[in-house]
């Protein structure tokens, strides 16, 4: 709701994808005081959400489901989304459901960035090779969000960038 | 099977045999795993399940966020029948589906008595 005197404020919803226990519930709550994890015992069963102000813009943060049985929640929850963050456990192959899930209803591809989660925090730079037919990521942001260098900043920027934040970068850009 | 499972089953069986128009149903765990089922053919009771407690979940967050207590059912009408969740225990989920012709009334009445059987066995 706008209130008298504010200015208007641009608003997108990004998807928040990645294997089960990939870290994209923490990653929602270290981004918004107010996330929603509607949860059992842990495990995310329908979905998160937090808002998250940056500049201008707010960024709905819809988190999905990992766990596989779920597909039709997370093919729910992608709809009209603008875009996706792609969290991803440093080291291991990337999810093939995820890559599906960035091409809705066999649509053109969402734009996306990959968050490599170091979450051992002994992490060896490894990247990420995005799955055959899918597009490199707009960004590729490593963050430990277990520890202090979650790299939270440069993520909001390339979500931003996501929604088309005026005077955001587009080009590709690793940020380690 | 087990005995326990068996009960269980057997309350589902009786509800869809017993009332008019309800054409399945299933027990599903509160993270969205079939505990029992009586679905119709062709049915991935698997997917079911899992969007079971998603609804329920989503249902319950609602129903807080907009002061409605605790959370009694969930019910979900197309345009060829209804989805009815109610809880059946302290974890696990009943879900009804019944045909569009159904008198609601009864469906909603049958079921809350077979979530309160299962609560019994679960």
Known sequence: ?176 | MSQRAQEIQGILRALVSNTPDVEGAAVVSADGLVVASVLPAGTDEDRVSAMAAALLSLGERSAGELQRGTLEQVYVKGASGYIILMQAGAECVLEVIAGGAAKLGMVLLDSKRAAQDLARNL
Request: negative net charge; hydrophobic residues 45%; contains cysteine.
């Open chain 1, 1 to 176: 709701m706008q209130r008298a005197g504010e200015e208007p404020v641009a608003a997108g919803k990004l998807i928040v994808v990645g294997p089960g226990e990939a870290g994209k519930s923490t990653l929602i709550a270290r981004l918004s005081a107010d996330a929603v994890n509607l949860a059992v015992n842990g495990r995310t069963v329908a979905m998160d959400h937090g808002l998250v102000r940056h500049g201008a813009l707010t960024i709905s943060l819809v988190g999905v489901p990992g766990q596989a049985r779920f597909a039709p929640v997370r093919e729910a929850l992608a709809q009209r989304a603008a875009g996706a963050i792609w969290v991803h456990p440093e080291g291991e192959v990337p999810d093939p459901h995820t890559a599906a899930l960035l091409c809705p209803g066999g649509g053109p591809p969402l734009p996306y960035v990959v968050y490599v989660n170091q979450r051992s925090g002994s992490g060896d730079g490894t990247g990420f090779a995005p799955p055959e037919g899918l597009a490199p990521p707009r960004r590729l942001i490593h963050g430990s969000l277990v520890e202090r260098q979650a790299n939270l900043a440069a993520l909001l920027d390339a979500a931003a960038e996501l929604l088309g934040a005026p005077g955001a970068p587009r080009e590709e850009e690793v940020i380690g």
